[in-house]
């Protein structure tokens, strides 16, 4: 079942600005990624973050997982033109495989 | 850097139609998916492979759907008889082994007419 959803829809947002984005989920995870699409393209793998582990970096990237609440955050600090594009949590319940959110949308106004 | 690629990246085909859609996981990778994303959808799983047979399969994947795994390198999806409603990006992906990040294709975009 789809349980990643995913909070707000879009986002827009000043060049410099941080953005941040939440994903909610459902039921207890093994681990919880994200993923950016930019328009029309394939899904780029961002970070990954297990079920023990609560916070996670990745060059202006800041990802939080907090099991309790069943909920994830993104943060991109000092945003660019480039990562404007839709965002996608995704959960692994332990069955192998991935449930999507329906993304957040984000615009980086230059 | 290793990925996964996909072909054709635009596929237009008449419903009723066959198509094959292929895929090139990275090497040493065990687990290997099919999803899809209708326009402006979620991106939905279709079907999981591992071990040269079907691990799982989605409500969606039904008869008109088949995967192979022909050689040790491709992976296809075939859909028999298109329909309209099959018109959408579909996304190869695989991982190394359970718990670890799955890496996605750029994708097919199917458009049946």
């Known amino acids: 079942s789809q349980q990643g959803e995913e909070d707000p829809q879009a986002l827009s947002i000043q060049e410099g600005e941080n953005a941040t984005m939440n994903c909610s989920y459902k039921t207890s995870i093994n681990n919880l990624q994200w993923y950016r699409q930019n328009s029309g393209r394939g899904l780029v793998h961002l970070i990954l973050i297990r079920s023990n582990e609560r916070e996670k970096h990745s060059g202006r990237l800041r990802v939080t997982l907090d099991t309790s609440k069943k909920s994830s955050s993104l943060l991109i600090t000092a945003s660019r033109a480039a990562d404007t594009a839709s965002y996608f949590c995704?959960?692994?319940?332990?069955?192998?495989?991935?449930?999507f959110g329906a993304g957040t949308t984000v615009t980086v106004r230059a | 850097e290793p990925e996964v690629t996909q072909t054709p990246s635009h596929q237009v085909t008449q419903m009723g139609q066959e198509v094959i859609l292929r895929c090139v996981p990275i090497s040493n990778h065990l687990y290997f998916y099919w999803y899809r994303q209708i326009l402006g959808q979620k991106v939905e799983f279709l079907v999981s492979?591992?071990?040269?047979?079907?691990?799982?399969k989605s409500e969606i994947f039904d008869d008109q759907f088949s995967v192979e795994r022909p050689d040790g390198s491709n992976f296809t999806l075939k859909i028999r008889s298109t329909k309209l409603e099959d018109s959408a990006m579909y996304f190869c992906a695989s991982i190394a082994g359970p718990g670890t990040e799955a890496f996605f294709g750029q994708g097919t975009r199917l458009t049946v007419v």
């Open positions: 492979f591992y071990n040269n047979e079907i691990s799982e």
């Open positions: 995704a959960t692994d319940v332990g069955d192998y495989k991935l449930s």
